[in-house]
């Protein structure tokens, strides 16, 4: 059975050579192991209090961590011109895997929209392909395409916050999981 949280995460930066210093911090080649954590503060108290937790986590396994809330407008200036983040809690929705691409893949930031400087073959590859193919065909590759990144650990799927919308003698859209307000169609009362 894999050993699993703070316990495997210690033994693999131990292995790794990165060495718990005086301070519980983990160094190598005299470099401190630092991680600067960027996420909207406009996203409710449940994105606080996940990057807090995911923080503290990072730090029980001796990572300095520096957490950084922004609001929507800075958010775009550290992704696209800034770049003064390591890692990211950004929620990002499309209709299409073929909406990603810009993202994931292409130029780094700020000569290209690959804010996270990503360099994963098998997912170019993959996504040319797709591109190419109608169909199921298609879904299939794009679907190995997005795999390809979650194995790299390029992107790790985490949590978005659950929102509740309900309707009673009533229908509408919800395209990329966002309510579509001109959508709805009253279909009597009860």
Not at 3 to 26: E, I, N, T
Not at 146 to 167: H, M, R, W, Y
């Amino acid at each position: 059975m894999a050993r699993r949280g703070a316990p495997a995460a210690a033994a693999a930066l131990d292995a790794a050579g990165w060495k718990a210093g005086a301070d519980g911090v983990r160094a190598k080649d005299g470099r401190k192991l630092a991680l600067r954590l960027l996420y909207y503060t406009t996203r409710g108290a449940g994105v606080q209090a996940a990057a807090e937790y995911l923080a503290a986590a990072w730090k029980k396994a001796g990572v300095d961590v520096t957490l950084n809330g922004v609001i929507d407008t800075k958010m775009s200036e550290s992704l696209s011109t800034a770049q003064d983040w390591d890692v990211v809690w950004l929620p990002i929705g499309v209709t299409l895997p073929s909406q990603l691409v810009g993202f994931l893949s292409g130029p780094g930031a700020p000569k290209g929209g690959n804010f996270a400087h990503l360099a994963n073959a098998r997912y170019d590859k993959l996504v040319a392909e797709a591109a190419l193919k109608p169909g199921a065909e298609g879904c299939k590759l794009w679907l190995e395409a997005e795999s390809a990144l979650f194995e790299n650990a390029d992107l790790v799927p985490v949590v978005e916050n659950t929102v509740l919308i309900a309707a009673r003698n009533a229908t509408f859209d919800m395209p990329a999981d966002l309510f579509s307000p001109t959508s709805i169609r009253m279909t009597g009362a009860s």
